[in-house]
């Protein structure tokens, strides 16, 4: 059974660091390409970042390139994300997601992940 569990969300001034840990378990990690979404309260669930089973390819949104880093380590089996820079609108509940299958993985939507975390709460004070 694959599980997914974030964590590292919390409460952080704007302008202010957190790093998002997800350790994926269940399947080799290898296997997985993983992404990063977030949904804000009334909002629709947002691609975030994502990256390829390598950890050589990796995809960001617009509203946090420059800001957030996502990063895997297939030793730890976990991946991470890092956010600089944090900004009001940043807060949300965040998600870990993992596609199994390569062949429908596209890394925006959130549809073609078959895994999710149970999300962490990230919340940016002014």
């Known amino acids: 059974q694959v599980q997914l569990v974030e964590s590292g969300g919390g409460l952080v001034q704007a302008g202010g660091s957190l790093r998002l840990s997800c350790a994926v378990s269940?399947?080799?990690?290898?296997?997985?390409?993983m992404g990063w979404f977030r949904q804000a309260p009334g909002k629709e669930r947002d691609f975030v970042a994502a990256?390829?089973?390598?950890?050589?390819?990796?995809y960001s949104a617009d509203s946090v390139k420059g800001r957030f880093t996502i990063s895997r380590d297939n030793a730890k089996n976990t991946v991470e994300l890092q956010m600089n820079s944090l900004k009001l609108e940043d807060t949300a509940v965040y998600y870990c997601?993992?596609?199994?299958?390569?062949?429908?993985?596209?890394?925006?939507?959130?549809?073609?992940?078959?895994?999710w975390g149970q999300g962490t709460q990230v919340t940016v004070s002014s």
């Open positions: 997601a993992a596609n199994l299958y390569s062949s429908n993985w596209y890394p925006q939507r959130p549809d073609t992940y078959d895994y």
């Open positions: 269940g399947r080799t990690f290898r296997m997985f390409a």
């Open positions: 990256i390829d089973r390598s950890g050589q390819r990796t």
